[in-house]
């Protein structure tokens, strides 16, 4: 079945530093693929999406590029900030299909 | 604030016992979608409604239940409460069927005891 992948956390950086955060995807047809953010206590927020190979979404400083070679959709920022702690998922849904598939998710700390 | 209303925020109830989740979409949305995240399963497609009507099924035991109403609101019925059921729940919308552009309610967080 269509499945996620992220890289295991947690991931602790220190302020500035690059961030990459892993996923690959398994799927049957040409998923749309997202970034999900959620911070302490609250729900899942968009943080950027593609919708076809070699689309990249960004927001925030985030960008992430869809690799339909490599099947993978990885999430980088050049300089994080300790605001920017939070748990990231990775999901993806096929066209015309109605749920999300979620990566299991990557817990990030930020250290000042 | 996303637009998207659940309530109640946190529910503590005893097993055995059975508790309704409500979610009002963002204005103008007609799809609900229901989610359940847990710690040893992740987030989990539990059930969508479209305009009313049931559009898809995830992974739902039969002892929840879902429902749309004329106003677009959305409940999630779950009984027979065991402590596994435990979970944070989430509830989205969207303005088309078809699961783009999501956007997610703050959740109820349910702690079965």
């Known amino acids: 079945g269509d499945s996620v992948t992220q890289m295991e956390g947690p991931v602790t950086l220190s302020e500035e530093a690059f961030l990459t955060i892993n996923c690959t995807y398994t799927a049957t047809g040409y998923p ?20 076809k190979a070699d689309d990249k979404g960004s927001n925030k400083g985030f960008e992430a590029t869809y690799r339909k070679e490599t099947t993978s959709f990885h999430l980088e920022k050049g300089s994080v900030q300790v605001s920017d702690s939070a748990v990231y998922f990775c999901a993806l849904i096929l066209k015309g299909a109605q749920k999300l598939v979620f990566g ?5 700390t930020i250290n000042p | 604030d996303s637009g998207v209303t659940q309530t109640p925020k946190h529910l503590i109830t005893a097993t055995g016992q059975r508790v309704t989740l409500r979610c009002s979409p963002r204005s103008g949305d007609l799809s609900v979608y229901w989610y359940q995240q847990s710690l040893d399963q992740g987030l989990q497609f539990l059930i969508q409604y479209y305009n009313g009507e049931e559009r898809a099924k995830g992974n739902i035991l039969e002892r929840f239940s879902a429902q749309q109403f004329p106003d677009l609101h959305s409940e999630l019925n779950l009984s027979s409460l ?7 729940y989430f509830c989205a919308s969207s303005a088309s069927g078809t699961g783009l552009g999501y956007t997610f309610g703050s959740g109820t967080r349910l702690t079965v005891v």
Do not use: C, H, I, N
């Open chain 1, 32 to 51: 749309s693929l997202f970034w999900y953010v959620q911070y302490p206590g609250e729900g899942l927020q968009l943080l950027l999406k593609a919708t």
């Open chain 1, 104 to 108: 299991q998710g990557t817990r990030l």
């Open chain 2, 82 to 88: 065991e402590l596994g059921d435990s979970a944070l």
